[in-house]
């Protein structure tokens, strides 16, 4: 083996980088096993992971929002640009593509082509119906809720099922106005 020479700052963050990113992924792997140890229902994983994500977003939009200096979007077309380009970059280093926009433009997908949750990850035939994704169809429910806005979130492509991509479907159900918090006299 070649002897480690000296590294740039930048090659050594980078590789810091890196080894953090890994070490997400297999904690979250951790996570997602013990709770199908856990639980009896893969059903029921889904759900907790689903109540995690959530969970993690009502807190995550602050930063976000602090972090990434985006001004109010003025609809939900641009929410969902903001939450692929930039939201996806901050938290989990990739960018997504948003397609597939109902006539209403209440309705879309952000795709994703590349997944460090799925890094290292075979699932077993066991895991049929996993949604081992989860948590993040959690996290942006959880966020949008904090804008107002309350979402359904699904998977419509799961590569751990053979799919191409992966793919979440939004679904705007409701833009609850924000109010004023003081009265006006
Ligand atoms: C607005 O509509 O005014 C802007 C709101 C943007 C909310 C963005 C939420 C970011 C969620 C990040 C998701 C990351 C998933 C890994």
């Known amino acids: 083996m070649a002897p480690a020479g000296p590294r740039s700052g930048d090659a050594i963050f980078a590789s810091v980088e890196r080894v953090n990113a890994e070490l997400f992924t297999l904690t979250y792997g951790a996570i997602v096993r013990q709770l199908l140890t856990d639980l009896e229902e893969v059903e029921e994983v889904n759900k ?10 009502v807190r995550l939009v602050d930063e976000f929002l602090a972090k990434s200096n985006v001004s109010r979007c003025v609809d939900f077309k641009e929410t969902a640009e903001v939450i692929a380009k930039v939201g996806f970059k901050m938290f989990l280093g990739v960018t997504a593509s948003v397609t597939n926009w109902d006539a209403e433009g209440t309705c879309c997908s952000i795709v994703l082509e590349d997944n460090p949750l799925v890094d290292f990850v075979e699932l077993p035939d066991t895991c049929q119906g996993l949604y081992y994704c989860n948590v993040l169809s ?20 799961d590569m751990l099922r053979g799919d191409d991509a992966f793919e979440l479907q939004v679904k705007l159900l409701k833009q609850v106005p924000e109010e004023y918090p003081y009265k006006d006299d």
């Open 48 to 57: 907790q992971l689903d109540q995690m994500g959530y969970n993690i977003g």
């Open 138 to 157: 959690g996290v942006i429910r959880g966020a949008l809720e904090m804008v107002s806005m309350k979402t359904e979130v699904t998977w419509a492509r």
